[in-house]
């Protein structure tokens, strides 16, 4: 198969399959009454009652069976898209498939803290202790994977510099540099677009990335979460029908995670997710104002997304503000990568 038409097919295929699933998913999620009560704000603003939660099973469904049917119907044509733009097969395809089980894992915590919320009617999820544990043992795993696909000498591209050494390094940045990024993509469910809007543009600059290197296999990956996150933004959209949940957006920040590695340069997120890191610094940037000044607040609340609704700004705007924020970025990652020596031209 050509390999552009494979990273067409994965998008399109993961658009219609996520849109389709929530003429099913969603009705579902209701007669369960898998919902959570909404913030004061949507009260104030909006005046509605639960909205359901893990939509993201419709973000794992569509692009994971995108991605195979993609890499499925290329093989049978004779094709290995897996395995494109490298000499070793084998690396590639434990960087593809390891993501997406790393990714899965990420979900499944996410689903077992929606799971909680809802049993407990939103007074209790995974506490952080137990949701850092769960982050912290599938980000190792997942490192060690990689570790052993690059046979232990681990290193990083780093735009402008090169490929740099990271030695023991490498696992005290990984640990620390996943939990910060899925916990930054955790914290941004709730607002109707925002999750899935900034993952579309996010995954979309990572695509194009792969595919100027020749990782025809992960823009593949990528595109069909781009097409995911559209066909979630059709039920999404304010007023939204079904949000992500903790399952989408650990799913989303484990997979942006698994690509950034893949192409062996996970800086490139703070640029193409920088949307997730500012609503990560915002929550951190509250936890230290408010120690250091002993009970004062810099924000209303935390994230920054809670404290836009506080001040009366609508769903619809919040997101837009955060979106074009992150598109602005994932437009800088593309160009950091390509005149910072990623590409050879």
Same mark, same amino acid.
């Given at each position: 198969?050509?390999?552009? !038409?494979?990273?067409?097919?994965?998008?399109?295929?993961?658009?219609?399959?996520?849109?389709?699933?929530?003429?099913?998913?969603?009705?579902?999620?209701?007669?369960?009454?898998?919902?959570?009560?909404?913030?004061?704000?949507?009260?104030?603003?909006?005046?509605?009652?639960?909205?359901?939660?893990?939509?993201?099973?419709?973000?794992?469904?569509?692009?994971?069976?995108?991605?195979?049917?993609?890499?499925?119907?290329?093989?049978?044509?004779?094709?290995?898209?897996?395995?494109?733009?490298?000499?070793?097969?084998?690396?590639?395809?434990?960087?593809?498939?390891?993501? !997406?089980?790393?990714?899965?894992?990420?979900?499944?915590?996410?689903?077992?803290?929606?799971?909680?919320?809802?049993?407990?009617?939103?007074?209790?999820?995974?506490?952080?202790?137990?949701?850092?544990?769960?982050?912290?043992?599938?980000?190792?795993?997942?490192?060690?994977?990689?570790?052993?696909?690059?046979?232990?000498?681990?290193?990083?591209?780093?735009?402008?510099?090169?490929?740099?050494?990271?030695?023991?390094?490498?696992?005290?940045?990984?640990?620390?540099?996943?939990?910060?990024?899925?916990?930054?993509?955790? !914290?941004?469910?709730?607002?109707?677009?925002?999750?899935?809007?900034?993952?579309?543009?996010?995954?979309?600059?990572?695509?194009?990335?792969?595919?100027?290197?020749?990782?025809?296999?992960?823009?593949?990956?990528?595109?069909?979460?781009?097409?995911?996150?559209?066909?979630?933004?059709?039920?999404?959209?304010?007023?939204?029908?079904? +949000?992500?949940?903790?399952?989408?957006?650990?799913?989303?920040?484990?997979?942006?995670?698994?690509?950034?590695?893949?192409?062996?340069?996970?800086?490139?997120?703070?640029?193409?997710?920088?949307?997730?890191?500012?609503?990560?610094?915002?929550?951190?940037?509250?936890?230290?104002?408010?120690?250091?000044?002993?009970?004062?607040?810099?924000?209303?609340?935390?994230?920054? +997304?809670? +404290?836009?609704?506080?001040?009366?700004?609508? +769903?619809?705007?919040?997101?837009?503000?955060?979106?074009?924020?992150?598109?602005?970025?994932?437009?800088?990652?593309?160009?950091?990568?390509?005149?910072?020596?990623?590409?050879?031209?």
């Amino acid at each position: 198969m050509n390999v552009a !038409v494979a990273v067409i097919a994965a998008f399109v295929a993961a658009l219609v399959i996520t849109g389709v699933s929530g003429f099913v998913l969603i009705p579902w999620l209701r007669q369960l009454q898998f919902g959570l009560p909404v913030s004061y704000a949507d009260k104030k603003l909006y005046g509605r009652g639960n909205v359901p939660t893990a939509g993201g099973i419709m973000l794992a469904l569509g692009t994971l069976s995108a991605i195979l049917i993609t890499v499925l119907t290329d093989k049978i044509m004779g094709g290995d898209i897996a395995a494109s733009g490298s000499l070793v097969p084998q690396e590639m395809y434990t960087k593809l498939w390891g993501g !997406v089980i790393t990714t899965l894992a990420f979900g499944f915590i996410g689903f077992i803290d929606d799971y909680f919320r809802f049993a407990t009617n939103g007074t209790s999820g995974l506490t952080v202790k137990q949701k850092s544990i769960l982050i912290v043992l599938a980000s190792a795993a997942y490192l060690a994977s990689l570790y052993m696909g690059m046979q232990g000498a681990a290193f990083m591209f780093v735009p402008f510099i090169g490929n740099v050494e990271t030695g023991f390094f490498y696992w005290i940045f990984g640990i620390a540099f996943i939990y910060f990024t899925v916990g930054s993509a955790y !914290v941004t469910d709730g607002v109707d677009g925002l999750t899935s809007g900034i993952g579309v543009t996010a995954t979309a600059a990572l695509s194009v990335i792969a595919a100027l290197k020749g990782f025809f296999g992960f823009s593949a990956l990528s595109a069909a979460l781009a097409g995911a996150c559209i066909g979630f933004l059709i039920w999404n959209k304010s007023p939204a029908k079904i +949000h992500t949940g903790k399952t989408g957006s650990l799913f989303l920040g484990g997979m942006t995670v698994a690509l950034a590695y893949a192409l062996n340069s996970p800086l490139i997120l703070l640029l193409s997710c920088i949307s997730y890191f500012i609503e990560g610094a915002s929550v951190a940037a509250q936890i230290v104002y408010f120690k250091a000044t002993g009970g004062k607040l810099l924000l209303k609340t935390a994230p920054l +997304h809670r +404290h836009m609704e506080m001040c009366g700004k609508t +769903h619809k705007k919040i997101s837009l503000t955060l979106t074009v924020i992150n598109i602005l970025g994932a437009a800088s990652a593309v160009a950091v990568m390509y005149y910072g020596g990623y590409i050879l031209r």
